[in-house]
Nanobody
Framework: QVQLVESGGGLVQTGGSLRLSCAAS????????MGWYRQAPGKQRELVAR???????NYADSVKGRFTISRDTAKNTVYLQMDSLKAEDTAVYYC??????????????????WGQGTQVTVSS
């Protein structure tokens, strides 16, 4: 079993900041990447930012220069620092984990896991 626990969402005014956290726990052999996606009402879920096990990051063009993704590998935790927030950043933010997990046969398989989502609302 793998669990993702998110925290840090909320209501903020335009130009404000929020920091999201996502902690992974459970039967994880190794982590390939962790990241954040978001889904606004009536829109598809989209990648916001992702960080690989090697520390490489990628961001959606819409958040470059405003959001920063980071991680604490010892705690299997990923963070998303969101600055200069805009109304269009309003969405439910989901943590994503891509990891190798052990099976009862002793093998490992790669799988994606999702957090429960945290609401971020930016008021203008």
């Amino acid at each position: 079993q793998v669990q993702l626990v998110e925290s840090g969402g909320g209501l903020v005014q335009t130009g404000g900041s929020l920091r999201l956290s996502c902690a992974a726990s459970g039967s994880i052999f190794s982590i390939n990447s962790m990241g954040w996606y978001r889904q606004a009402p009536g829109k598809q879920r989209e990648l916001v930012a992702r960080i690989t096990s090697g520390g490489m990051t990628n961001y959606a063009d819409s958040v470059k220069g405003r959001f920063t993704i980071s991680r604490d590998t010892a705690k299997n935790t990923v963070y998303l620092q969101m600055d200069s927030l805009k109304a269009e950043d309003t969405a439910v933010y989901y943590c994503n984990l891509n990891a190798n997990v052990p099976t009862k046969s002793g093998r490992y398989f790669q799988s994606d896991y999702w957090g429960q989502g945290t609401q971020v609302t930016v008021s203008s």
